[in-house]
């Protein structure tokens, strides 16, 4: 199996844009949970949410990180088709184009596949209006009516098209639509490409925003976001916690051949040592309260690293601050790592940016390039009361220092789906 | 990729007999239409393949497309949400959310496709749900035979699922021209029982007899299991060979077409899927430029196009002409992002 190596990463978050904005925000302790700015939420039973601090987005917004990239005019043009409409969209282009750039790539990279993990499509509700015909839509009037091309909803690959068109990307595209999972398994998906030699080069990541009207409703209305509308609305394994934060952003990676790599001179991030992936099978609503689905998705990933539970030296958790998960997580880390366990810091990013849906996984991938890049494990935003059920060694508020050469990343999606991606120092 | 064994197949397309349903009606309200076909298929796959036990490791992936939740909510949210003709946020966050069932959300999620499946049936393996608009399942085949052959389990159902029957759906199909260019929107599943081969049974001498997948608008079958209904102990009734996808932005589709037809030794036939009369007729064009005027090229045998769906129906009728005696039926799928996937299914003799 030939080794795969993170050549270069981009991401977006609440912290900020780019990759050293997560990860300059995460070493500081810092969170940004807000009321959301992006739509009038007032009425809304959610009405805050870790948003990117992007404002508006139009061509302008795209203009300058994207120089370079992509020909004059042609975000004007991207506009008035309404492919900027969904946000997803453009927090993909541009981490995908952060990436990019810090792997440097060029024409030679221009081969690489693209592996992206993207949430559900938008939902405009507004352009129904063209069609209403008294109590009834009539869909006749969609062919003139007077909307750009995406509409009612954006389309499930749209951001995966972007990228392929802004970097001229040749090689084969996947898109991963695993909800919370997503993310982790379209890295895992590349790295196993490039592991088997299928492919030497393969840019893999996730982007998400339901920071829209229908996607903060609808996971309002089956109960996910915590009730109680504050900035600390997201405490992971918190004996207080009571549901999630929403979140929105992305993260790119640049996924190589270790050798491919080497041959260019493109220096590592980390390496991509292991992964595996499990379903719970159990309910549509909840997770398997023991853990026992998602504790196999872990072994596999460090059966595949070829590593014992105690070389393990940080946890990045799912963590989504929901009564649920956090301690069925923490029975499934305690099951796959064993005596290890106790001796294993952990922590959750969800508390400081929120839960990015797709892009979780992969934001949260990027988050781990903290401890193996700059030896600082990022902490647990707004956990403060230490609960029996999560009976783990919880990394509080402040980061904590420390030199690790392996880290765990967990991603459990709605429906049961979970996955474990180990990455590793690379020297 | 390792070759793997097909030890069962599920077709499902409607219309179908209500206790096909893999699940209650109550599940029911919480699942798309492709849920509920893929969970039909789901389940009489496992079925076909008597995997009865050990199903906490038993893998799945499969195609989906968009999400497919019942316009009716849509529809109901934005009534209760119109103010002076125009939309209200502040309707909206409050009497349009209420006039919408809660459960709409998990009919929306495009992985629940999968997930039901998974759950009703406790399906616990290694498993992704793969957007697809042609090749995408065919990715999903994949990912289904490396999690067998990097040996992640031994056992993992593929497949597709999908509707076109969706207003949005349709209304998108139409103003890009696939309507009047012929496509008809259809609906449908297609599930593959995969496990490592065989070692030991002998060759099942072609695997004629029994219903076939196609026939009579959908149904599943398998040979007899044997063995205690584990994956190795189940006569294969097909093998999966080669899977292979060219990406459109790197090769036009006639092209790839006759690069995968070249690939490989010479299929007895030629399935194959794609959105609209247009790239099927370009399809079967590039395997008769290889192959001869003569080459056998057929289609899924399915009336419309499923979409997601599609490259799964196709392998399905490839096992049916392998059971009717063929050894080796190349399908070919393509969708409107031009890429192609190829799967080579091959008698298990």
């Known amino acids: 199996m030939t080794g795969v190596v993170i050549t270069g990463a981009g991401a977006l978050s609440s912290l900020g844009i780019g990759l050293p904005a997560l990860h300059d925000g995460l070493a500081r302790g810092q969170s940004r949970v807000a009321p959301i700015t992006v739509f009038d939420a007032s009425s809304f039973p959610t009405r805050v949410a870790a948003e990117v601090p992007l404002g508006t987005i139009g061509p302008s917004t795209l203009a300058g990180p994207l120089d370079g990239l992509i020909a004059g005019g042609e975000l004007e043009r991207w506009h008035a088709r309404g492919l900027l409409r969904d946000r997803k969209v453009v927090f993909a282009m541009l981490a995908a184009a952060e990436a990019w750039r810090q792997a440097g790539c060029g024409d030679a990279e221009r081969e690489a596949g693209l592996s992206l993990a993207v949430g559900l499509e938008q939902c405009f509700l507004a352009d129904f209006l063209a069609l209403r015909s008294g109590a009834a839509l009539d869909w006749s009037r969609d062919a003139t009516a007077p909307l750009p091309e995406i509409r009612y909803r954006s389309t499930v690959d749209l951001p995966a098209r972007a990228v392929e068109q802004l970097l001229g990307l040749r090689g084969p595209t996947t898109v991963n639509a695993s909800a919370c999972a997503a993310g982790a398994l379209a890295v895992a998906h590349a790295a196993s490409s490039i592991a088997r030699g299928a492919a030497s080069i393969v840019l893999a990541g996730g982007s998400d925003s339901m920071i829209n009207p229908l996607g903060i409703g609808g996971m309002s209305r089956i109960g996910a976001p915590s009730p109680r509308n504050a900035a600390d609305a997201c405490r992971p394994f918190d004996r207080r916690r009571d549901g999630l934060a929403m979140g929105e952003g992305a993260a790119v990676f640049v996924l190589e051949d270790e050798d491919r790599a080497a041959a260019r001179g493109a220096r590592p991030l980390a390496r991509v040592v292991g992964w595996g992936s499990t379903q719970d099978g159990y309910r549509a609503t909840a997770p398997r309260p023991d853990g026992a689905a998602a504790r196999r998705a872990m072994e596999r990933a460090l059966q595949r690293a070829g590593c014992e539970p105690a070389a393990v030296g940080y946890i990045n958790a799912h963590g989504t601050g929901t009564p649920l998960n956090d301690p069925a997580e923490c029975k499934a880390i305690r099951g796959a790592l064993g005596a290890a366990a106790d001796a294993v810091p952990v922590s959750s990013v969800k508390g400081a940016v929120g839960h990015l849906m797709a892009a979780s996984g992969a934001l949260e991938l990027a988050a781990c390039l903290l401890p193996l890049g700059r030896g600082v494990l990022p902490g647990t935003a707004n956990h403060r009361e230490r609960d029996p059920e999560c009976d783990l060694d919880i990394i509080g508020e402040v980061p904590r220092a420390a030199e690790v050469d392996l880290v765990l990343s967990n991603s459990f999606g709605f429906g049961g789906q979970n996955v474990c991606v180990a990455l590793g120092r690379w020297s | ?349």
């Not at chain 2, 699942?31 to 009489?44: D, F, G, N, V």
């Not at chain 2, 495009?110 to 498993?127: S, T, V």
């Not at chain 2, 999690?147 to 389990?153: K, V």
Request: a negative charge; charged letters at 15%; one cysteine or more.
């Open chain 2, 1 to 349: 990729v390792k070759a793997v064994d097909v030890v069962g197949c599920a077709v499902v397309v409607p219309p179908y007999a209500e206790e096909r349903e893999a699940a209650s009606a109550k599940v029911r309200k919480t699942m798309s239409r492709s849920a509920q076909l893929a969970a039909i298929a789901c389940k009489e796959a496992l079925a076909a393949a008597g995997w009865t036990e050990g199903r906490e490791t038993i893998g799945y992936h499969l195609g989906v497309g968009a999400s497919g939740g019942p316009l009716a909510e849509v529809i109901a949210m934005f009534d209760a949400s119109v103010e002076d003709g125009a939309l209200s946020m502040a309707k909206l966050g409050d009497a349009g959310l209420r006039a919408c069932n809660p459960m709409f959300t998990f009919q929306v999620l495009n992985n629940f496709a999968m997930c039901h499946g998974a759950i009703l049936e406790g399906l616990g393996g290694p498993n992704g749900a793969w957007f697809s608009r042609g090749s995408g399942t065919v990715g999903a085949l994949a990912e289904a035979v490396h999690a067998i052959g990097d040996g992640d389990c031994d056992r993992c159902l593929a497949g597709g699922a999908d509707s076109a029957l969706h207003p949005v759906t349709i209304a998108e199909l139409d103003r890009t021209g696939f309507i009047s260019g012929g496509l008809v929107p259809a609906e449908g599943a297609a599930v593959l029982a995969l496990a490592t081969p065989h070692p030991t049974l002998p060759p099942p001498g072609g695997g004629k007899g029994g219903p076939s997948p196609t026939d009579g608008g959908g149904s599943s079958f398998s040979l007899p299991p044997e063995g205690g209904g584990l994956g190795r102990g189940v006569r294969p009734i097909a093998r999966i060979e080669a899977v292979k996808v060219w990406p459109g932005r790197a090769l036009p589709l006639a092209a790839a077409v006759e690069a995968a037809v070249s690939l490989w030794p010479a299929p007895e036939a030629v399935v194959v899927t794609g959105w609209g009369e247009g790239v099927k007729g370009v399809m079967g064009d590039g395997v008769r430029r290889v192959l001869g005027s003569g080459a056998k090229v057929e289609g899924d045998g399915v009336v419309g196009e499923t979409l997601a769906a599609g490259p799964a129906l196709g392998w399905a009728k490839a096992i049916d002409l392998i059971r009717a005696g063929a050894t080796r039926v190349l399908c070919l799928s393509a969708g409107t992002d031009g890429d192609l996937g190829a799967v080579l299914i091959g008698s298990p003799a």
